[in-house]
């Protein structure tokens, strides 16, 4: 097998130039999605608290999509490996397929049934009748969401990381302008508070596909889409795809649905708690946008060198994303605690809600190192080929231990709303142990390209090898 280890200078370059541009880009696409909380702070605690409870319904969408787009991930980047556009060809067309169905559903409840999505968030009608205007304007993005991502995810896959990093940054700046204007009622335009946040997520989501799309067009080099490759599914490329997509498919959507269920708990405590729980999910967001795009690239790197047949390195990598990540995650919680005050002001929240965000980041600073060593892992087994693990371990620990333990202690027990959080994350330490545990086996590789299951046996007898030294050491 061709470079059974790798040198972690070469690990540091492959970081340099493609996680981290890909770790900013996602950082920067889910900055503009929070730009909304942020700049709405200043319009009241009640403002805030309805976009925050939009954003829940926006996490579910993402849940219930992000199945297909995990598998598309997987494929492109072990397509790439083995230089195969055909079969890139292939995966852009079924994800985007399959995506664009979701986004529609969704984009079309939102429009047509706001009252119906928050009714299930909350039992404010305060909070219900400020955010209505909000989520039918976002339902109308829903669809170009789904649509950027899965350009993105071709983009980064074949390691052009820059272009999504440009346009989602020029979105940024169009939320932000377009947010200032319409909140505040800038140059004679009427103050839309919330709805006018929702004005600025849609047309700069508009701005973002348009740039993705041109440039994905543009460029002949790398890949070439063909219409009649992207929707020729036959040899059997659609049932392979939907078995490798279905338990990620399986891990979002349920996972999506166990977050409903907290937030529903969290729904039903006090609005300065609620208040505080949309300002945290923001400060998470951030740290969620880094790690994850962390995560997205650690698929690349190695769902590459799996492809390729490179088993060994690509075991390597995953041994040093699985350090490296956890370790980044854990420095940017430990700047939000020490300078909780001025993050959580930005939110316009009163003298509790800052006390909850202040123990809020405290918890985190722990929970959030673990979740992000968890989830990392989880990632690259799907890069792997193995999707049915981390997702069966993630869903049962989830709905045995997180979501009963929080809904005892917010609806039945009533406990303090800090307790309550408290029990978000009780899974993620069992999680670990048992992902580490897998992570060292290396049975989570099993490529899907010619190429990688050429070299499997000679990686299966490499790490039988490792195994009897460490019990003869």
């Known amino acids: 097998m061709r470079e059974k280890r790798i040198r972690w200078n070469v690990f540091a370059q492959a970081v340099y130039t493609i996680a981290l541009p890909i770790?900013?880009?996602?950082?920067?696409?889910?900055?503009?999605?929070?730009?909304?909380?942020?700049?709405?702070?200043s319009m009241g605690e009640l403002s805030v608290a309805a976009v925050g409870i939009c954003s829940q319904?926006?996490?579910?969408?993402?849940?219930?999509?992000?199945?297909?787009?995990?598998?598309?991930?997987?494929?492109?980047?072990?397509?790439?490996?083995?230089?195969?556009?055909?079969?890139?060809?292939?995966?852009?067309?079924?994800?985007?397929?399959?995506?664009?169905?979701?986004?529609?559903?969704?984009?079309?409840?939102?429009?047509?049934?706001?009252?119906?999505?928050?009714?299930?968030?909350?039992?404010?009608?305060?909070?219900?009748?400020v955010a209505i205007p909000y989520i039918r304007i976002v339902g109308f993005a829903y669809p170009l969401q789904v649509l950027a991502v899965i350009i993105s995810f071709l983009m980064r896959a074949t390691e052009r990381v820059k272009i999504p990093l440009a346009s989602s940054a020029v979105a940024l700046v169009v939320n932000f302008v377009l947010n200032w204007i319409l909140i505040y009622g800038r140059f004679?335009?009427?103050?839309?508070?919330?709805?006018?946040?929702?004005?600025?997520?849609?047309?700069?989501?508009?701005?973002?596909?348009?740039?993705l799309t041109v440039f994905l067009l543009k460029d002949k080099k790398t890949v070439t889409l063909h219409v009649?490759?992207?929707?020729?599914?036959?040899?059997?490329?659609?049932?392979?795809?939907?078995?490798?997509?279905?338990?990620?498919?399986?891990?979002?959507?349920?996972?999506?649905?166990?977050?409903?269920?907290?937030?529903?708990?969290?729904?039903r405590q006090s609005e300065s708690a609620i208040a505080a729980m949309a300002a945290f999910r923001v400060l998470?967001?951030?740290?969620?946008?880094?790690?994850?795009?962390?995560?997205?690239?650690s698929s690349v790197v190695v769902g590459k060198e799996i492809g390729a047949g490179r088993h060994m390195k690509g075991y390597q990598y995953v041994k040093g994303f699985t350090i490296l990540c956890p370790a980044i995650t854990f420095g940017i919680c430990l700047v939000g605690v020490i300078f909780n005050r001025p993050l959580l002001s930005l939110f316009g929240l009163g003298a509790e809600a800052m006390e909850y965000g202040k123990y809020m980041l405290l918890i985190y600073l722990a929970a959030g190192t673990v979740r992000t060593c968890n989830y990392i892992m989880n990632t690259?087994?799907?890069?792997?080929?193995?999707?049915?693990?981390?997702?069966?371990?993630?869903?049962?620990?989830?709905?045995?231990?997180?979501?009963?333990?929080?809904?005892?202690?917010?609806?039945?027990?009533?406990?303090?709303?800090?307790?309550?959080?408290?029990f978000l994350y009780t899974d993620e330490l069992i999680r670990l142990v048992f992902e580490l545990c897998y992570t060292a086996s290396g049975k989570w590789v099993k490529p899907v390209t010619q190429e990688g299951r050429a070299t499997l046996e000679e990686f299966h007898e490499q790490m039988a090898q490792r195994r009897k030294k460490k019990q003869t050491a």
């Not at 951030?286 to 994850?292: E, L, Q």
Request: glycine fraction near 14%; charge should be negative; hydrophobic fraction near 50%.
């Open 188 to 211: 004679g335009m009427p103050q839309m508070g919330a709805a006018g946040a929702a004005v600025g997520t849609l047309v700069s989501g508009i701005v973002n596909l348009i740039i």
């Open 380 to 422: 690259c087994y799907r890069a792997g080929g193995e999707a049915i693990f981390g997702t069966v371990l993630e869903i049962i620990c989830l709905y045995t231990i997180s979501v009963p333990a929080t809904w005892v202690a917010g609806m039945v027990l009533h406990l303090p709303f800090l307790a309550v959080f408290a």
């Open 23 to 41: 770790a900013f880009q996602n950082l920067l696409s889910t900055t503009a999605s929070m730009v909304d909380t942020i700049m709405i702070g």
């Open 284 to 297: 998470e967001g951030f740290v969620y946008a880094f790690f994850g795009g962390l995560a997205d690239a």
């Open 57 to 129: 319904i926006s996490s579910l969408f993402f849940s219930c999509y992000f199945g297909f787009a995990g598998g598309a991930l997987l494929f492109f980047s072990q397509y790439w490996g083995a230089k195969s556009e055909k079969g890139i060809n292939k995966t852009f067309g079924l994800s985007m397929s399959f995506m664009l169905l979701v986004g529609l559903l969704f984009g079309a409840v939102a429009v047509t049934k706001p009252e119906f999505l928050l009714g299930i968030y909350t039992d404010k009608k305060n909070i219900i009748e």
């Open 228 to 267: 009649q490759e992207m929707f020729h599914w036959g040899e059997g490329f659609a049932g392979t795809y939907l078995s490798k997509c279905f338990p990620i498919l399986c891990n979002e959507l349920f996972y999506g649905i166990g977050q409903m269920l907290i937030n529903i708990v969290i729904g």
